[in-house]
């Protein structure tokens, strides 16, 4: 699959962020693997918690155990990382 994602942000000369919860970094290393990825896989940033997402986004407010609130927080981060790495497209 990774090899897949890097042949297509290859083709479509796009860029990518990732923000990883719950993974210890897998999909990081999975693309890393990749040869040429660098070229199109900029960075991740792995978080540990809903509180630490919410911090790598700049919001401390808490997080309610509620769907909507943790789509708009993942919604966040995505865009969040894909600011900080200056990426095309980012994905928590």
Request: glycine fraction near 8%; charge should be negative; proline fraction near 2%.
């Amino acid at each position: 699959l990774q090899d897949a994602v890097v042949r297509l942000l290859a083709r479509r000369d796009l860029t990518l962020a990732v923000g990883e919860w719950g993974t210890a970094g897998l999909l990081s290393r999975w693309l890393n693997e990749v040869p040429g990825a660098a070229n199109y896989f900029l960075g991740s940033t792995i978080v540990t918690s809903a509180a630490v997402a919410r911090r790598a986004i700049g919001d401390a407010a808490p997080l309610a155990n509620d769907d909507a609130v943790w789509s708009a927080t993942t919604s966040a981060l995505a865009q969040a990382l894909r600011e900080r790495f200056h990426a095309d497209l980012g994905l928590a």
